[in-house]
């Protein structure tokens, strides 16, 4: 098998990959929390969307669900490396909902809490794709050690 | 290695767009299932007259006179361009208002035979000057209002919200408060959304239209808002498609889903009354219409449906206001005011 070529050292790797995580952790837990806080508003707001009428009540409830498990996954080492792919498609699907929401729907509902309400969509849409990057940055530059590296009691990482 | 993580985050990319996709077909499945009506659409009912790109911002039509057109500006109170009739040159205004007037995002400007109102439903405040003279005096406040029109020279027409529930009143400018009158509006739903719509008025026989958004009605009454009839859109949503939803932590009533739009705006003549649809009819093709706004025009005599035409987007802009003054319709499409001579 073809060596994995290396970009960083296996310090500087992780280092990047856990600011990385503990990023989405941050994103995925705020916004879980500001759409649970007031779950009712939430759940009429997504209730507007233009592409979701269908089924909005199941998304109201799946989408916190799968943002709180993600970032459950992504604090645990043996879960990290898939966790990221997940959440590399989590926040395509949000990046794709608000181009599909700005470009082809006839009105821009606003269903997003805390101070994510505050952003215009394209701004949005710029802050999103970030995310996306950066998850794909910590795909790509995984490791096979990093993935060996085991989570002590205090958090820190050995091989 | 590094590749196959290429070739499965593409794939992963894949998937969750082709997911939103598949999301969006679905939705719009929905929206254009078959409404049951049909529509008249005669070729050259109008025909493109003249054109001119008012430049950057956000505009509306604020009053048209035999040989101007009046356009505001939605986010500066003060702005008013003049457009002749020919559509060619526009002069720039500035309103001079009373010192300490502070206006909320609710405010528009009106001209109705000469005089400019400044009306701001939210304070409410009405401020009033001559066209020659562009400094606006305090008038008598008004009462709280959402929508308003001008019927003749001393009174308006206010939608007013009473009881929880939208109201037609009529104002005189030399009065305090408004005439108590029956409630023309009939709720269905609630009494907010579901009555909610478009207040127009015709200048001359100071005739008010008030056309619903969600269902198909329109009513006609006098300037005392006596009814002269109740007509019918062409649609068939005789009942307002409206989810409403409360929200405990704010108080608030709200939409809890997309509603149906059944007529989005509407301007008049003296004739006719032109209604913009935001429904499909069985002999239409969802795809013509993207790039099109559908008028509906029924007589004001009777309230019967005459035929529709198609004002389409220009530059990829779609219809923001329209008005009809005599056989010349006006329509702005973000900041480009077209001119339309009508054959009808």
């Given amino acids: 098998m073809k060596k994995q070529p290396k970009f960083l050292n296996l310090k500087a790797q992780t280092i990047l990959i856990e600011v990385i995580s503990a990023l989405y952790i941050i994103l995925f837990i705020y916004a879980a929390l500001s759409k649970v806080q007031d779950f009712q508003k939430f759940k009429v707001e997504l209730g507007k969307s233009p592409i979701l009428n269908g089924c909005s009540n199941s998304i109201a409830v799946v989408v916190p669900g799968i943002e709180l498990t993600l970032s459950v996954l992504l604090a645990m080492k043996r879960f990290q490396y898939y966790a990221l792919y997940c959440s590399f498609c989590l926040m395509v699907i949000f990046s794709t909902y608000i181009i599909a929401i700005l470009k082809f729907s006839s009105f821009i509902p606003c269903s997003c809490g805390g101070i994510l309400q505050n952003m215009t969509w394209t701004q949005h849409l710029i802050f999103n794709l970030c995310f996306v990057c950066l998850a794909a940055a910590g795909i790509l530059i995984y490791s096979q050690e990093n993935k060996d590296l085991t989570r002590d009691k205090k958090g820190s990482l050995h091989p | ?344």
């Fill in chain 2, 1 to 344: 290695m590094i590749y196959n993580r290429f070739l499965i985050l593409t794939l992963c990319f894949i998937l969750s767009v082709s997911l939103v996709v598949l999301l969006y077909f679905l939705s719009v499945k929905i929206s254009h299932n078959k409404n049951n009506f049909i529509r008249v659409i005669p070729s050259h009912k109008i025909v493109p007259n003249n054109i001119i790109d008012l430049k950057v911002g956000r505009w509306y039509l604020a009053g048209i006179t035999h040989d101007s057109i009046y356009v505001g500006n939605l986010y500066t109170p003060r702005k008013l361009l003049k457009v002749d009739s020919a559509v060619k040159d526009t002069i720039s205004y500035r309103l001079n208002f009373p010192n300490g007037t502070k206006l909320t995002r609710s405010y528009f400007n009106l001209i109705e035979k000469g005089t400019v109102y400044t009306l701001d439903g939210n304070q409410p405040i009405l401020l009033t000057c001559d066209i020659s003279e562009l400094s606006l005096k305090l008038a008598t406040k008004p009462p709280y209002f959402t929508q308003a029109v001008n019927v003749n020279k001393r009174s308006f027409v206010f939608r007013i919200v009473q009881n929880g529930e939208n109201k037609l009143v009529r104002y005189r400018t030399d009065s305090s408060g408004f005439k108590e009158s029956p409630n023309l509006l009939r709720k269905q739903v609630d009494g907010i959304f579901s009555t909610d719509g478009n207040l127009v008025a015709e200048p001359k026989s100071g005739k008010v239209f008030y056309v619903y958004y969600y269902r198909n009605e329109f009513i006609c009454a006098d300037s005392n808002l006596k009814l002269i009839y109740q007509g019918k859109t062409i649609d068939t949503n005789s009942i307002a498609k409206l989810k409403v939803a409360k929200i405990q932590s704010q108080n608030q009533t709200t939409l809890a889903a997309p509603p149906i739009e059944v007529n989005k705006r509407v301007a008049v003549n003296e004739n006719f009354l032109f209604v913009q649809s935001g429904l499909i009819a069985d002999n239409e093709v969802p795809e013509s219409l993207e790039s099109v706004s559908t008028i509906d025009v029924y007589a004001i005599k009777d309230g019967e449906y005459q035929f529709s035409f198609y004002l389409p987007d220009f530059n990829r802009k779609k219809l923001t206001d329209f008005r009809v003054y005599g056989k010349n319709l006006y329509a702005l499409f973000d900041h480009y005011l077209y001119k339309y001579r009508l054959n009808f």
